[in-house]
């Protein structure tokens, strides 16, 4: 075996040094590949506003979080196969180009997020990337406990929600509120994507977080429900968002 030259400690001395920079950008690198494959995937779906666990950060009772980061997985369904196949034939009744099967036509996605907590509870971020989603969302405190949220997803769908905390405890916290969704779909035409159609819904919105033990930091489950109508189509939309993760 031949003994290490100055070019192979040069070499191990400069990964030692830059390990952290060299992780950083692989997450980067990963994050980034998710990204555009989000962009290329078709029929992206409104994601999960994970900033909405800033809900439960109390001072009234014990908090569920202590730390000011949390990171995870969520996934989303929306039965709306009805909805945008009646959209389809509103929009485009005389349209033979048209074929009404809409990209994406469940709503399924899956992706990972993190999310950035104001050390008061006022305020959180949260950016999602993954499998047809990608989105950044915001929760602000605006008295007691009512909170508004914000979401914008790829390609152009929007969520606004007013809730208020109506559960919080070290175990279990609910919220339950009114909600506005604007969602974009995407339809066929032959191998080709032609137009990309809007639909407005209101309704409400309710969001579960349920933690795994009674430590402040630790992993949790949760649930998010919008159940809402939409007057252009007269139709319900729905959508049934699950989240995991870690604070």
């Known amino acids: 075996d031949r003994s290490p030259n100055n070019s192979d400690i040069v070499v191990v001395w400069f990964l030692l040094n830059h390990l952290n920079s060299l992780r950083m950008l692989s997450r980067l690198l990963f994050l980034t590949t ?40 969520s996934g989303s369904y929306s039965p709306t196969k009805n909805t945008v196949l009646r959209l389809a034939e509103l929009e485009y009744p005389r349209d033979p180009l048209y074929d009404t099967r809409p990209a994406n036509r469940n709503g399924l996605s899956a992706g990972i997020y993190l999310t950035k907590y104001d050390s008061e509870g006022r305020y959180a971020i949260s950016g999602t990337t993954g499998i047809a ?8 405190k605006i008295w007691g406990r009512n909170y508004f949220t914000a979401g914008v997803s790829v390609p152009g769908h929007l969520q606004l929600y007013l809730q208020q905390r109506t559960v919080n405890n070290s175990m279990l916290g609910m919220t339950l509120g009114l909600g506005y969704q604007r969602s974009i779909f995407t339809f066929h035409a032959g191998n080709s994507f032609i137009d990309e159609v809007s639909l407005n819904s209101y309704g409400l919105r309710s969001y579960l977080f349920i933690k795994e033990d009674e430590n402040t930091v630790g992993p949790f489950r949760s649930v998010g429900i919008y159940i809402g109508y939409a007057p252009s189509i007269e139709l319900p939309v729905v959508q049934i968002s699950f989240q995991g993760g870690h604070f």
């Not at 989603?133 to 602000?140: I, L, N, Y």
């Open 34 to 73: 998710l990204l555009f494959g989000a962009l290329l995937f078709e029929g992206c779906v409104t994601h999960s506003p994970m900033s909405e666990a800033v809900i439960f950060h109390s001072k009234e009772k014990e908090p569920f979080q202590e730390n000011s980061k949390e990171r995870g997985f």
């Open 133 to 140: 989603v990608t989105g950044v969302d915001a929760t602000v």
